[in-house]
C-alpha cells in the first residue's frame, strides 16, 4: 500500500539506490573472484566502499577505496583508476614491478620477525570501517618496502612509514630489481622452457615459404626486419633458428629467379608467336615489359629503369627492339606486335614499317584517358566551369570575412570538405586532372553551402566592398552554372568509368571500333541530357579516335567470329555494313600486308569468300556463347580462346586469311599488366651505380612479378589496403548507426 501511494520523487529514489546496491554488490564479486586468482590485478588494492546519504540513509554512491594509501576513488571505470592511480606513480605505496611474496625466498632476518604485523592490523582496520572481504591490503612485493640493514640482510619497512626509500637508480632500477627477482624465481624451481622440435626438411620448407613471401612482396617488407626483435622472438618461439639475409639475398633469390626465369622461358617457347608489352613510358620512373601469348596468359620480362626524366623516340625504339631480340633470339617473326602507352606515332610506326608482320599498336586505355584532357583543353564548356570554379574555390580558401559563414554552416552536420581543392598551378590541368576533378567533387557538394553563404547577411556585407565577391555570388546563384558543372563532372565520370571496365576487361583488338561506338553512343546520350551542341563534342572525338586508330581494329573486327551477324538466310557473316569506305580499305590493304607477295591475291580472294559465305551457324553460336560472371555480373563470351581456335581447327581451308586471323586475334588492346607498389621505385633508386645491387633488385622484381601473374593478381598492395580501411571505415559507420539507433530506442 505504501508503495501504490508513494511520489514519483520517492520511486525514482528507490530504483536509484537499487542500482547503486546492484552496482556494489558486482563490484565485491568481482574483487572476491579476484582474490582467488581469477580476476584482474588491481582488486587487491582496492575497496569497494558504499556511501549513504546521510538524510533517508539510502545508498547514494560506490567508490573505490586503495587500500595502499587510503585514497577513494569513482568507481566506474576500475580498469582506468588502477592505471592512473598504481601503474602511473600516484600512490607512494605502489611501484611498477611488483611480485608475490610467495615467490621470494623466506626472510631469515630476526628483525623481520620483530615488526609488527602491518597485514592482520590492516585487516582488522577494514573490518571495523564495514567491509566483509578477510583480504591481505598487500599480497604483492614492493620493492621499497625492502631495505639493506646494517648486518647485510633485507629489514621489512612499515607501510606507515613516514617517506618511502628512493632507489639510487631512480624508477629504471624497478626493472633490473625485477630481473633479479626472476633470477631467483628460476633459482627455486627451474622449469626448462617449451622447445618445438622440428626437423631439417620442416625448418627448410618454413623457410622456403617464408622466402616466397618476402620476394612476392618485393620490397614492402624490408629485409632488415628480419633482424626485429620481435620477429626473432617470433621465430624462436615457433623453435625455427634466425634466418640469414645473405642467404636469402644470394642463394635463395638466386634459385627462386632460375626457377621462374625457366618457367618463363618454357612457356614462350611453346607459344608459336607472341605480343609484348611495355607500360610506364608516361610514369617516367621505370617501363615494365609483359608478353602476351596466344592463350590468353602474361609472362613477365624484365624492367628498364628511365631515369626519372623524359625518353627520346629514337631510345625508345631501341629499346622495344632490343626486348624483341632479348625474347625471340634468331626467330624475330614469332614477335606478331608490340602494345606501348606511349610513342605510337614515332617508335611504334618505326619499328612497324621496318618489319612488315609486326603490328604495334597504342594503348586503348591512354586514348580514353588523354581524350578526357582533349575536352578539358578544347571544349568551351571546361573552359567557362574551371574559370568560374577557380573563383569560387579561391574566395572560400582565402577571404577570412567569406570563409566564416561557411564554417558556420559546414558545423551544422553537412559533410563537406574543410577547403575546396584548387589545382596548381591552373596551366598544368591539361598534364593532371586529378586536383581538377577533386575540385568539381568539391564544389559539387558544396552546393547547398554555397547557397547559404551567399544569403547570409556577413556575405552581402563583403559584397558591397569586394566585386569579385558579388560576382561569386551571381555565379552560385546561376542555375546555368550547376548544370554545367554537373555536365562536366558527368562527362569526366563517364570516360573514367569507360576507363575502369578498360583495365579490368583488358580488350583484345578486335573489340577497340565496338569501344569506341559505345563511346560515342554515351556522349550523345550525355548532349541530349545537359543540352549541349553535338557538332563540337563529335569532332573532339573523331580527332583523338584518328590519332589512336590502327588499321587492325578494322581487320581483326571483321574476322574476329565473336562479331558476325545472322542474316535473312541464317548465315553468320562479317560485319562489313559497320565499316565505312576508308575502314572497309584498310582491311584489304592490312592482310596483304601480312602475307608475302605471292599469297597477297589469295588472301584477298578467301577475303571475299568470308565475306560471302561466313562460319558455320553451330560454330558462330558456340563461339558467341556467353555467360554471366560471377563477379560482376555482366554477361561474357564463355570462351574468349575460341575465335582464335576456330579459324587453326575449322576454317582451315582459308589457309592463308587463317594465319592472318589467328596472328591477329590474340592481340590485347591494352599494355597495362601488373601494377607495381612504391617499393619497386625505391629498390631502384635505392641502389646507385651498384651493378650487383642492381642485378639483385631485378631479380626481387623478376621473382615477384612472376608470382603475380601466376595468381592472376594485377592489383597493387597499396590498392588492397585502400579498400580494406574503406570497407572497415564502413562496417565501422554502419555499426555505429546501429548503436545509435539501439541507444535511441
Known amino acids: 500500500m505504501s508503495t501504490a501511494n508513494s511520489s514519483p520523487v520517492e520511486a525514482a529514489e528507490d530504483v536509484a539506490a537499487n542500482a547503486v546496491n546492484k552496482r556494489y554488490e558486482r563490484l565485491l564479486a568481482l574483487r572476491t573472484k579476484a582474490v582467488k586468482g581469477k580476476g584482474a590485478w588491481y582488486w587487491a588494492h582496492f575497496d569497494p566502499i558504499l556511501i549513504r546519504n546521510p538524510d533517508s540513509n539510502q545508498p547514494k554512491a560506490v567508490k573505490l577505496k586503495c587500500t595502499l594509501c587510503d585514497a577513494a576513488f569513482s568507481a566506474s571505470n576500475p580498469s582506468r583508476t588502477a592505471s592512473e592511480h598504481l601503474k602511473r606513480g600516484a600512490c607512494p605505496n605502489f611501484s611498477l614491478m611488483l611480485k608475490p611474496i610467495s615467490q621470494l625466498p623466506p626472510l631469515s632476518s630476526p628483525s623481520s620477525q620483530s615488526q609488527p604485523n602491518h597485514r592482520k592490523r590492516s585487516s582488522e582496520s577494514r573490518q571495523a570501517a564495514g567491509t566483509s572481504l578477510d583480504v591481505s591490503p598487500i599480497n604483492m612485493f614492493d620493492s621499497s618496502r625492502f631495505l639493506p640493514g646494517q648486518s647485510g640482510q633485507f629489514q621489512i619497512q ?30 627455486k624451481s627451474p622449469k626448462s622452457s617449451p622447445t618445438y622440435a622440428l626437423s631439417k626438411e620442416q625448418v627448410d620448407a618454413a623457410f622456403d615459404l617464408l622466402a616466397d613471401w618476402f620476394f612476392e612482396l618485393c620490397g614492402s617488407v624490408t629485409f632488415s626486419s628480419l633482424e626485429h626483435p620481435k620477429f626473432m622472438a617470433f621465430l624462436k618461439q615457433v623453435g625455427l633458428p634466425e634466418v640469414s639475409k645473405r642467404e636469402l639475398l644470394c642463394s635463395r633469390l638466386d634459385s627462386k629467379f632460375e626457377e621462374a ?65 632479348e625474347v625471340c633470339g634468331d626467330n624475330a617473326q614469332s614477335c606478331v606486335g608490340i602494345i606501348a602507352d606511349k610513342y605510337k606515332s614515332k617508335a611504334l610506326k618505326s619499328l612497324e614499317l621496318q618489319n ?59 559533410e563537406v570538405p574543410t577547403f575546396i581543392t584548387v589545382p596548381t598551378p591552373k596551366c598544368e590541368i591539361s598534364k593532371n586532372l586529378g586536383p581538377f576533378i577533386a575540385m568539381l567533387e568539391d564544389i559539387l557538394t558544396c552546393s547547398q553551402i554555397l547557397h547559404l553563404v551567399v544569403l547570409d547577411d556577413s556575405y552581402k556585407v563583403v559584397c558591397l566592398e569586394d566585386v569579385a565577391a558579388a560576382e561569386v555570388a551571381d555565379v552560385i546563384e546561376d542555375v546555368g552554372f550547376w548544370n554545367d558543372v554537373g555536365a562536366a563532372h558527368s562527362l569526366i565520370k563517364l570516360i573514367m568509368g569507360m576507363c575502369e571496365e578498360i583495365e579490368a576487361e583488358r580488350p583484345l583488338v578486335g573489340q577497340c571500333l565496338p569501344l569506341w561506338e559505345e563511346l560515342r553512343s554515351k ?67 592490312f592482310v596483304t600486308r601480312l602475307v608475302s607477295g605471292e599469297e597477297a591475291h589469295i588472301v584477298l580472294m578467301e577475303l571475299m569468300k568470308w565475306r ?60 597495362c599488366g601488373i601494377k607495381c607498389d612504391w617499393s619497386f621505385t625505391r629498390l631502384f633508386r635505392g641502389q646507385g651505380p651498384s651493378r650487383l645491387g642492381f642485378d639483385r633488385v631485378q631479380k626481387l622484381i623478376f621473382v615477384a612479378a612472376h608470382a603475380k601473374l601466376d595468381r592472376q593478381d594485377f592489383s597493387s598492395a597499396e590498392d588492397k589496403d585502400a579498400e580494406l580501411l574503406i570497407s572497415t571505415n564502413g562496417e565501422d559507420e554502419m555499426m555505429n548507426e546501429v548503436l545509435a539507433h539501439s541507444s535511441s530506442m
Open 612 to 671: 560471302s559465305e561466313g562460319l558455320d551457324p553451330l560454330y558462330a553460336q558456340a563461339v558467341q556463347l556467353k555467360q554471366q560472371d560471377p563477379l560482376t555480373g555482366k554477361m561474357k563470351i564463355a570462351n574468349p580462346q575460341s575465335s582464335r581456335l576456330v579459324w587453326e581447327t575449322c576454317l582451315k581451308e582459308f589457309k592463308s586469311l587463317s594465319k592472318v586471323a589467328v596472328r591477329l586475334l590474340f592481340l590485347q588492346a591494352t599494355s
Open 356 to 414: 612488315n608482320w609486326m603490328v604495334n599498336l597504342s594503348c586503348q586505355l591512354q586514348g580514353f584517358c588523354s581524350l578526357i584532357k582533349d575536352f578539358n583543353r578544347e571544349l568551351p564548356l571546361f573552359a567557362s566551369v574551371t574559370d568560374k570554379c577557380f573563383k569560387i574555390a579561391n574566395l572560400i580558401n582565402s577571404q577570412p570575412q567569406v570563409r566564416n559563414p561557411f564554417l558556420k554552416f559546414r558545423l551544422q552536420g553537412v
Open 261 to 325: 626465369r625457366r618457367e618463363s622461358e618454357a612457356r614462350i617457347r611453346d607459344a608459336a608467336f607472341f605480343q609484348i608489352a611495355c607500360d610506364g613510358w608516361k610514369s617516367k620512373s621505370f617501363v615494365k615489359f609483359t608478353v602476351n601469348l596466344p592463350n590468353g596468359t602474361k609472362v613477365f620480362r624484365k624492367v628498364v629503369h628511365s631515369n626519372g626524366g623524359a625518353v627520346p623516340s629514337q631510345y625508345a625504339e631501341e629499346v622495344l627492339w632490343e626486348t624483341v631480340g
Open 158 to 187: 612499515g607501510l606507515m612509514s613516514p617517506k618511502a626509500p628512493i632507489l639510487s637508480g631512480g624508477r629504471e632500477d624497478l626493472r633490473p630489481l625485477a630481473m633479479l627477482e626472476e633470477s631467483v624465481k628460476k633459482l
Open 523 to 589: 556522349i550523345k546520350e550525355w548532349c541530349t541530357k545537359y543540352n549541349v551542341g553535338e557538332g563540337v563534342v563529335e569532332k573532339i572525338v573523331e580527332r583523338r579516335f584518328k590519332k589512336n586508330y590502327h588499321p587492325a581494329w578494322s581487320a581483326a573486327f571483321i574476322l574476329d567470329p565473336q562479331h558476325l551477324v545472322r542474316d535473312a538466310s541464317g548465315k553468320y557473316l562479317p560485319p562489313f555494313k559497320c565499316l565505312t569506305h576508308e575502314q572497309e580499305k584498310d582491311v584489304d590493304k
